[in-house]
């Protein structure tokens, strides 16, 4: 078992070396899509990073350098990795095979009309609503039982 986890993190490491795209024609939207999932995480991710080390953090002035100059580099640096790996994370052959599994799954799906999504939405809305109901019918009863009895 642990040569399998080695086997599969030496397989990425290498895929994050390279700048082909596997299987490029199939799949595409569902690489797409999770390709700018994991950007738009990378770029929160570093905008978070550059906010926390321009102006809360005190590690610019003890390695002697502007906070800004500091931010900004790492920051950059992190987005510029993220951005990487999310291009690359969805050609690694693993991940690829299960996204294009994922579409091709996908494409099998009978999806509901408008008239019945409206219907089923409607349903499921009412029915959270009576169920907070009744919850809350239920929470006033035991509240008066148990004041009852002084608990």
């Known amino acids: 078992m642990a040569k399998e986890k080695d086997a599969v ?3 990425l490491i290498q895929e994050m070396a390279k700048t082909g795209r596997y299987k490029r024609n199939q799949g595409k939207t569902a690489r797409q899509v999770t390709s700018i999932a994991i950007w738009f995480v990378v ?5 978070s990073l550059y906010d926390y080390l321009y102006l809360g953090s005190d590690l610019a002035d003890a390695l002697g350098v502007s906070a800004k100059v ?6 950059g640096a992190v987005l510029g990795i993220g951005l990487w790996f999310g291009y690359r ?16 799954e996908m494409n099998k799906v009978t999806w509901p009309t408008r008239t019945e999504l409206k219907r089923s939405s409607i349903v499921v809305i009412v029915l959270i609503f009576a169920l907070a109901a009744v919850l809350y019918v239920y929470d006033i009863i035991w509240d008066q039982m148990l004041a009852l009895i002084g608990v």
């Open 9 to 11: 993190m030496v397989s």
């Open 43 to 47: 770029g929160v991710t570093a905008w």
């Open 70 to 75: 500091l931010a900004m580099g790492i920051s």
């Open 89 to 104: 994370v969805v050609n690694w052959p693993l991940f690829a095979d299960f996204l294009i599994a994922v579409e091709a």
